[in-house]
């Protein structure tokens, strides 16, 4: 069984400011790790993804994500959010072709 | 060019009614899914078919009954709606052991 933990539920930003969302995973097996984004009234678009190799996952829209595996973290950040970064964002952990999603985290970015 | 698509966008019925969201995907995979998402935004898997047969079916009310016609189609009947089966329906699909789901626009469907 898998679970996954977003620890904040919104994240207020201003624009041009570094933005951390946190992701923390509990896994008995090997999983891959996800984060998708929704933008306002529209469906889920994958950013990145962590399969294996470098620890250091590059997406689209500039973000990136670092798995670190003894921290049991998948945390997604961008050095300079965005208004349009305002959405909800998703940490998913897979194991066993199940997707299993944490609460979300809704990034508010205002002028 | 739509990847996976599902109709319709948005439905309003009254309690009771029985009624069916439709989805299809045309990227060649073999596994399709149906979620839901609730009013707080929480995802939670429904179904998911692999090759036309259920693979998971987590604790959904039996008023809810997936049918996979083929590979790229994946379609929701839902039997006696409920106030409670208001929310937003996603369906995505996904290459068998890719893990990497690609999904739907939803269906917000609202039960008066």
């Known amino acids: 069984a898998q679970s996954v933990t977003q620890l904040d539920s919104q994240v207020p930003v201003f624009e041009e400011a570094p933005v951390e969302l946190r992701c923390n995973y509990s896994?008995?097996?090997?999983?891959?790790l996800f984060w998708y984004v929704q933008y306002p009234n529209q469906g889920l678009q994958l950013l990145l993804k962590y399969l294996s190799g470098s620890t250091l996952v590059k997406g689209i829209n500039g973000f990136e994500a670092e798995f670190n595996k003894s921290q049991t973290s998948f945390h997604l950040r961008k050095p300079s959010v965005h208004i349009s970064d305002t959405a909800e964002y998703f940490c998913?952990?897979?194991?066993?072709?199940?997707?299993?999603f944490g609460k979300g985290t809704m990034l508010l970015v205002s002028p | 060019d739509t990847a996976v698509s599902q109709t319709p966008k948005y439905l309003v019925t009254q309690m009771g009614n029985d009624k069916s969201i439709k989805c299809e995907q045309n990227l060649g995979h073999d596994t399709m899914y149906w979620y839901k998402q609730d009013s707080k935004k929480f995802l939670k898997i429904m179904f998911s078919?692999?090759?036309?047969?259920?693979?998971i079916n987590e604790t959904v009310p039996n008023r809810f009954s997936p049918k996979s016609p083929d590979k790229a189609h994946l379609n929701l009947h839902i039997n006696s709606l409920e106030l409670g089966d208001s929310a937003v329906y996603f369906c995505?699909?996904?290459?068998?052991?890719?893990?990497?789901?690609?999904f739907g626009p939803g269906t917000r469907l609202t039960v008066t």
């Open positions: 078919y692999n090759n036309k047969e259920l693979i």
């Open positions: 896994s008995s097996v090997s999983v891959y």
């Open positions: 998913a952990a897979s194991g066993y072709s199940t997707l299993t």
């Open positions: 995505a699909s996904s290459l068998a052991g890719t893990d990497e789901q690609y």
